[in-house]
């Protein structure tokens, strides 16, 4: 896994104060970074417009400019003049080698904005926008320097933002990066070293970005083993039957031992799985919540009390009961609208969903250092997965899960693991990652899949 920064101005001090570094140096590798992608990735004859505001995101692409001229068909656009003072010293330096400004957008195969980088501090005007809009409708490929124009510390797009192809990101990645507003417009995410490798320019951090070797998969390494060894989960089922039923097939076929259902009614199962009507005696995770509708208050009081590791979804999100649970080792995998109505029920906050989506990271850090026991997985464009005072995103989700039954599947995934004795942080994680890493591996068109499909391709994993 890789750190996420809230800020990096602070590191970028510590570069000049325990390196001794500059500004100029940093900037140069930042420019370099540009360049040399620009390099390897596109013929010499092309032509590159540089789109250029008046800071230090600027001035990184006025120093692209000098990087690529006379290799290139530079075409560097200033439209507000310069006002930092390494944006003064780029423009000089381009002057002196004669490279032209242009006075407008221009047709071109590259475009780059550095137009607004980390220093954005208010909303855009009117003829930032629209320029913006102008440069997101040219036919060519669309480079970002730090972070898409228009996006925000927080990763907040009041009005429009760069429409990226890639994010060249400098220094750490960001926060603002992950936002789920975010995800359409930061493109593929690389970061470039500003003159020390990464790890040395990055200090401790409590965020990270998940990858693909982060997933655990549940293999089996033991010869001498029984069903029993990968342990007895018991799925709760209630008023909408069939969420139980999906996330019960998803967890046996992400090697669960045993799975039963708990159901007052009769209710058709694959042969694998089992009906009871109450907690098997040798259960080893639970899970709970998923199309639960009306409900037995005692009933799931028990259950929740009980010391078994507990995946809770959906409907428990908006009753009191879920509130003796918040201090056990539980996972919760609420969607944005679940997680408002949690917030309000444990006095957090009470906010609508276009609130939390702005700040995503900011009210599930207040939850968890709440509730630092529990681990709660927001579901989202970008998953949020929380405990205490770290959070792990897993940006590997598509539009491709937006159906339902998805989240029963992951709900069914997380207990697969608990019961055969992930922690729950793990399970979390892992799960998290083979749904979205099996969504993408469905090769039929994005919009057709369906819950069992994405069991197959778990399977598959
Ligand atoms: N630090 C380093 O060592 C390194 C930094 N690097 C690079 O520096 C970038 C950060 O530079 P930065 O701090 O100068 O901010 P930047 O994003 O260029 O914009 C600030 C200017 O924009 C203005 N402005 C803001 N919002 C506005 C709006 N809505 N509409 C209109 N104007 C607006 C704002 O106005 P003011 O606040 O002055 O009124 C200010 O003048 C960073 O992203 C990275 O690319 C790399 O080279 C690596 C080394
Ligand atoms: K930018």
Redo the contacts with the bound molecule.
């Keep these: 896994m890789q750190k996420i920064f809230y800020e990096v101005?602070s590191l970028?001090k510590r570069c000049y104060e325990k390196f001794a570094l500059t500004?100029d140096i940093?900037?140069e590798h930042?420019?370099s970074s540009m360049a040399s992608y620009i390099e390897n990735n596109f013929e010499n004859d092309k032509t590159v417009l540089i789109v250029c505001?008046?800071?230090?995101?600027?001035?990184?692409g006025i120093a692209l400019a000098r990087l690529l001229y006379s290799r290139f068909n530079v075409k560097l656009y200033i439209p507000?003049g310069v006002?930092?003072q390494?944006a003064q010293l780029q423009l000089k330096r381009v002057n002196l080698i004669g490279i032209d400004i242009v006075e407008e957008i221009c047709q071109c195969d590259i475009v780059v904005d550095?137009l607004?980088?980390?220093?954005?501090?208010?909303?855009?005007?009117k003829s930032?926008q629209k320029l913006i809009e102008n440069l997101n409708l040219l036919d060519a490929f669309k480079i970002a320097?730090?972070?898409p124009s228009g996006i925000s510390s927080i990763g907040e797009i009041t009005t429009v933002a760069f429409n990226a192809d890639i994010t060249i990101t400098?220094?750490a990645l960001k926060v603002s990066l992950f936002s789920d507003m975010a995800k359409d417009y930061v493109g593929k995410i690389e970061v470039s070293n500003?003159g020390v490798q990464r790890e040395i320019y990055e200090e401790d951090s409590t965020l990270f970005l998940l990858d693909k070797e982060d997933m655990k998969l549940p293999f089996r390494d033991k010869k001498d083993a029984h069903k029993g060894t990968y342990g007895h989960l018991n799925v709760v089922a209630g008023s909408k039957k069939g969420a139980g039923v999906i996330a019960a097939k998803a967890a046996f076929g992400f090697g669960a031992g045993l799975v039963s259902v708990i159901c007052h009614e009769c209710i058709d199962l694959p042969y694998h799985i089992m009906q009871t009507h109450k907690l098997s005696e040798n259960c080893t995770a639970i899970a709970v919540g998923m199309g639960l509708g009306n409900y037995e208050e005692k009933e799931i009081e028990v259950i929740l009390e009980s010391n078994i590791p507990t995946i809770i979804d959906a409907d428990l999100f908006y009753e009191d009961v879920i509130l003796k649970a918040l201090d056990k080792n539980v996972v919760l995998t609420p969607h944005p609208k679940e997680f408002c109505a949690l917030l309000k029920l444990t006095g957090i906050a009470n906010i609508d969903v276009p609130t939390l989506q702005k700040d995503r990271f900011k009210y599930l850090s207040e939850f968890c250092t709440k509730y630092p026991k529990v681990v709660l997985l927001l579901k989202g464009a970008n998953v949020l997965i929380g405990q205490d005072k770290n959070i792990y995103v897993n940006s590997f989700g598509s539009a491709v899960l937006s159906k339902g039954g998805s989240g029963d599947v992951l709900s069914g995934l997380v207990a697969g693991l608990l019961t055969q004795g992930y922690s729950c942080l793990d399970a979390a994680i892992s799960a998290s990652l083979a749904h979205t890493i099996a969504a993408n591996n469905y090769k039929k068109n994005n919009y057709s899949l369906i819950p069992s499909d994405l069991v197959e391709e778990v399977k598959k994993l």
């Design positions: 101005n970028d500004e940093l900037m930042a420019s505001g008046v800071g230090n995101n600027g001035a990184d507000y006002k930092s390494m550095c607004f980088g980390s220093g954005l501090n208010k909303d855009l005007d930032s320097c730090d972070i400098m220094g500003l």
